[in-house]
């Protein structure tokens, strides 16, 4: 398990970040994903193997984290090893390649986000099976290396449902077992972290965080 660094999540999460199944977190913008999956990876101590798909990732920000926790900044970049696959085309080829990437000195893989290409071509012509062998990829790396996979993803608006709910959620749901949701509050730097669905764990449950310069924290600290 890799911890969160935030109690109350690790709890909700049956002890963290679980080894060999997908964890999937969505929620809309700005509502600390990636933070959540950069402070995962800052605090496992292995590599980090991570898809930026959106240039969301910021060395600054991770130096940051580290510093107001008292770690090394440059020991934690050097950890991380980043990709940036600038198509879906591009994105297959990426998460192919990580099978030989990744190995015992890896304590964590994250794709930021895995459907954000996925979206722009999805209309031109149907890449869900694509899109599902990826994960299929990704599941077996975590498998292989007994290691946590987090696959960040979007949201869009069901006008059916009249509500927002994940991009290519039926391709998604299949294969995450873990499933967290983070939605804003209208209180500043408040969030909310709600447990869709777990192996373990009832689902429903749900913790407040806060997002600050060390990361994400408990409410209370």
Not at 16 to 21: N, Q, S, T
Not at 137 to 160: E, G, K, M, Y
Request: glycine share 10%.
């Amino acid at each position: 398990m890799l911890t969160t660094g935030v109690k109350s999540l690790d709890e909700l999460l049956g002890g963290g970040i679980a080894p060999g199944v997908l964890t999937q977190v969505y929620g809309d913008f700005a509502t600390g994903k990636t933070t959540l999956a950069v402070q995962v990876g800052l605090l496992s101590g292995g590599k980090v193997a991570y898809v930026d798909t959106e240039g969301g990732f910021s060395p600054e920000r991770l130096s940051q984290m580290a510093e107001s926790r008292g770690l090394n900044p440059e020991g934690a970049l050097q950890r991380f090893i980043l990709f940036t696959p600038a198509d879906f085309k591009e994105q297959r080829r990426t998460i192919g390649s990580l099978k030989k990437v990744v190995d015992g000195s890896f304590s964590l893989v994250v794709v930021d986000s895995i459907t954000a290409h996925y979206r722009v071509e999805e209309h031109r012509r149907n890449l869900t099976a694509e899109l599902g062998k990826q994960l299929q990829v990704l599941l077996w790396i975590s498998r292989r290396n007994r290691i946590p996979v987090i696959v960040i993803n979007q949201v869009h608006f069901d006008s059916r449902a009249e509500r927002m709910k994940p991009v290519a959620g039926h391709t998604l749901n299949y294969r995450t077992k873990d499933i967290l949701r983070l939605d804003k509050l209208p209180k500043p730097g408040l969030r909310l972290a709600i447990l869709e669905r777990h192996r373990l764990r009832p689902e429903g449950g749900m913790v407040y965080f806060r997002i600050t310069k060390k990361g994400i924290e408990d409410v209370g600290d």
